[in-house]
């Protein structure tokens, strides 16, 4: 019973738990709450100094690009 007071703790499943970024595959991350600095510019947004969440590769790894939360971008000045 004593084992039973201690929190719960939420779990990213995408989270390789070794302190580095999930990593996702080209066309897998499939996270709408997830951009590119490429899919926030076209929606008129930017970072706004939030660091990456997450990377998506593609060509082998042999290129990639950082994903940013959407929910956390701010407009864009331009």
Known sequence: MADQDQDLVDVDPYNPGDGSLP????R???RTNLATRRQLREMGLR???????ARIECRGGKR?????RIDLAKPSSR
């Open 47 to 53: 970072p706004g100094g939030q660091e990456p969440v």
């Open 23 to 26: 990593v996702f595959r080209w």
């Open 64 to 68: 990639f690009a950082w994903l940013y």
């Open 28 to 30: 897998q991350a499939g």
